[in-house]
């Protein structure tokens, strides 16, 4: 029977609270049995004594642990975000903004409690975790692989169910119960040295205690999950989160193994997450995927093949439509060049509004006759007037001009058609996938890596056999020629201020190289 | 002995008392508090329509009449009186919004120009905004009705007074019907 997202977490509520107060109750019971018999000459003069005696023992060393871990994890949001990386999130790039307006909106639907940051980890893994740390910070830390690849709704979800965790407080109990855990089980080994059959029931007790911390921790997934449906009203939308990630590298390696209790899924690759049986809900800290996946699928009353059809057809979309109207257009030296699709039009440096245009009938006009093209130049001028920066081409030594390539800001030049990147937005772009390749990029991307694969050594330009090394447009250093690297044989132009410079169709040659995992084949030659 | 008993029954009593009443009237408070984050909400969206409006004009000269009950809708819901013209009025700028919306996907030379596209952006989180600030206020007033009529302190309500049932923040009849987009074209050439 599908329960609703509000039993789910009325329900959950309670299990946790139990299954909590019991997991105290024994480290309790196990630190009194090991002060019974580790110390047991106390009780034998006076047993009431005793008690006390081995009560105030045990209070004083869990309040120093306790306040050993809060002293360590009082800044553990600062820690999290340098161990991982994480940046903050970037005001000039589209995906980031829409982010930010996410969290905002999530702040509003959980009644503005509590002000939570949110910050970025580049990488292409699909992950997010919660960090709520004793200073009072509040952190989400996002993957980018997961922020370019989801939409809307898809990305308020995520970002509901980890500020559903800060908000319950699962991250500061988990906290504590791993700090009493952590405290007692090298305790308990050390004595466990010295032999005696007493000991193992302590060490058993702490055994099934480190289970039962497990188990606790997935049912606050469920309840998170549920608690971000109520948030967002649309199970529809976590549920296709929870299939996607299922499907793709969620961070193996990335994220440290004891971070991984606060992700939204395991990171580490464990058979044990996905299969089901006994042993494995035993053993992991995260319950399995598709388990998740079923739990909403019926509060939306979908299924699972309907997500992957979804998906099929969303990844249908991003296909090159073949309806596309083609143009020739004449050259300056009265050649025919085409054909050539609207944007690619838009693109040509020569291209003006009085060039002679044809659509491959009979008619030939110029450019400025075709209402498409009259866009494009309308296009042209708007750009033109707001974003000519003060940066100079390397090249042709004009402005460039401020553009939007992959939702995150890149400079053009109009006249050579090359591109500089700054250092930290080159990864965004190379994660985002925003339109699908043209067969004449696809293909000069073969041949440029295989023509590149022969030498190995960056060719020169016009035949000259010294190659002048390009001034950056932002810090004025010289730029150096290689390799974007040894497995994607592009040449670009870096710099030390962390910019790249591709000449024209490299960026797009190097996303599509990359996307279309084309390596190199083996020569003889070499 | 039993002297003792019974102080203890009525000590719990009145502490029963003593919590009952105060969560009654932490969860007043809230209602109202949500009630008002809406409002912060729908302020902001007044504050972004003549921003697009003023942006859009200039490409979409055929849309004057989508335009202009746009901008009567907002001077209608910025002026409003009462909560019920409020309501009345914040519904319709919602319905000529979409429509706005809507007829603007058939200019897709606006998708170039970048200010249009963050307007739109900030204007679809704003709407998202009020609709989860709207949520909250219904899910409060939910808990706090819940409170009143639940057993024993339906009967402690009645006794004291002071709480009244909340309304939940209805969507007219109207708005749940999607805009039509008009795709005719209307050109003279």
Request: with cysteine; hydrophobic share 45%; glycine share 6%.
């Amino acid at each position: 029977m599908p329960l609703t997202f509000i039993d789910i977490e009325r329900q959950k509520s309670w299990k946790i609270g139990l299954f909590f107060i019991i997991l105290l109750l024994m480290y309790f019971t196990s630190a009194m049995v090991i002060m019974l018999v580790a110390f047991g000459d106390i009780f034998e003069k006076d047993f009431l004594r005793g008690v006390f005696s081995s009560f105030y023992i045990f209070i004083t060393a869990a309040v120093l642990a306790f306040v050993h871990f809060y002293l360590l994890s009082y800044d553990a949001a600062q820690n999290i975000r340098e161990n991982l990386d994480a940046a903050d999130l970037d005001p000039e790039d589209e995906l980031h903004k829409r982010l930010r307006n996410i969290m905002a909106e999530i702040h509003v639907a959980t009644g503005s409690k509590r002000k939570m940051a949110c910050a970025v980890i580049p990488g292409q893994a699909m992950n997010a975790l919660a960090v709520d740390d004793f200073k009072g910070n509040a952190l989400i830390v996002i993957t980018e692989g997961l922020v370019s690849r989801l939409s809307r709704e898809q990305t308020e979800a995520v970002i509901a169910h980890e500020a559903y965790h800060i908000l319950s407080g699962d991250c500061r109990e988990s906290t504590l119960a791993v700090s009493l855990f952590g405290f007692s089980m090298p305790f308990i080994e050390k004595i466990m040295i010295y032999g005696g059959r007493a000991y193992i029931f302590s060490f058993i007790l702490f055994k099934l205690g480190y289970l039962l911390n497990l188990f606790i921790s997935r049912e606050r997934e469920y309840r998170a999950d549920a608690g971000a449906v109520r948030m967002t009203r649309n199970p529809l939308a976590l549920a296709e989160v929870l299939h996607l990630l299922s499907k793709n590298w969620r961070g193996t390696g990335l994220i440290g193994s004891e971070l991984e209790g606060l992700c939204i899924v395991n990171p580490r690759l464990n058979q044990l997450d996905e299969t089901e049986g006994f042993f494995a809900d035993l053993f992991s800290s995260h319950p399995p995927i598709h388990k998740r996946t079923e739990i909403l699928l019926a509060m939306a009353h979908a299924s699972i093949t309907e997500l992957d059809v979804k998906r099929r057809q969303g990844a249908r979309e991003h296909m090159p439509k073949e309806t596309e109207k083609k143009y020739y257009a004449l050259d300056a030296q009265y050649v025919w060049q085409g054909p050539f699709s609207i944007t690619e039009l838009a693109a040509l440096p020569w291209f003006s509004t009085l060039t002679w245009v044809s659509d491959g009938s009979e008619t030939i006009t110029k450019a400025s006759q075709i209402p498409a093209c009259s866009e494009i130049f309308k296009a042209q001028i708007e750009q033109a007037e707001g974003k000519t920066t003060d940066y100079l081409c390397p090249v042709c030594q004009q402005h460039l001009f401020k553009q939007h390539y992959e939702q995150t800001r890149v400079y053009q030049c109009k006249y050579c058609g090359g591109t500089l990147v700054d250092g930290d937005k080159l990864p965004r772009i190379i994660i985002r996938r925003e339109n699908a390749w043209a067969e004449k990029i696809k293909a000069q991307a073969r041949a440029t890596l295989k023509e590149n694969q022969q030498n190995y050594i960056i060719h020169s330009a016009e035949g000259k056999n010294k190659i002048i090394s390009l001034r950056c447009p932002k810090c004025k250093g010289s730029m150096w020629r290689t390799f974007y690297s040894y497995a994607y044989l592009i040449e670009v132009d870096r710099c030390i201020c962390g910019a790249m410079w591709f000449d024209k169709d490299e960026l797009s040659m190097l996303q599509c190289m990359i996307e279309n995992k084309m390596a190199g084949e083996e020569s003889g030659a070499n | 002995m039993v002297g003792l008993i019974v102080l203890g029954c009525i000590g719990v009593i009145i502490a029963w008392g003593i919590v009952t009443f105060n969560r009654l009237v932490s969860l007043r408070n809230e209602v109202q508090n949500s009630w008002k984050q809406i409002d912060v909400q729908l302020k902001r969206r007044h504050d972004l329509i003549p921003n697009l409006v003023s942006v859009i004009k200039g490409t979409m000269e055929f849309e004057q009449d989508t335009l202009e009950k746009v901008i009567n809708a907002r001077a209608k819901a910025v002026s409003a009186g009462n909560v019920q013209e409020k309501v009345t009025a914040e519904n319709m700028l919602t319905q000529a919004l979409g429509k706005l919306f809507a007829v603007m996907e058939n200019y897709p030379q606006l998708r170039s120009n970048d200010n249009i596209m963050q307007l739109q952006e900030e204007l679809t989180s704003t709407e998202n905004r009020i609709g989860f600030a709207r949520q909250l206020y219904n899910d409060l007033v939910a808990q706090y009705r819940i409170k009143q009529e639940v057993f024993p302190n339906n009967l402690f309500v009645a006794f004291f007074g002071g709480f009244k049932k909340e309304v939940y923040f209805e969507a007219e009849e109207e708005a749940k019907k999607a805009p039509q987009a008009d795709i005719s074209i209307r050109r003279n050439n």
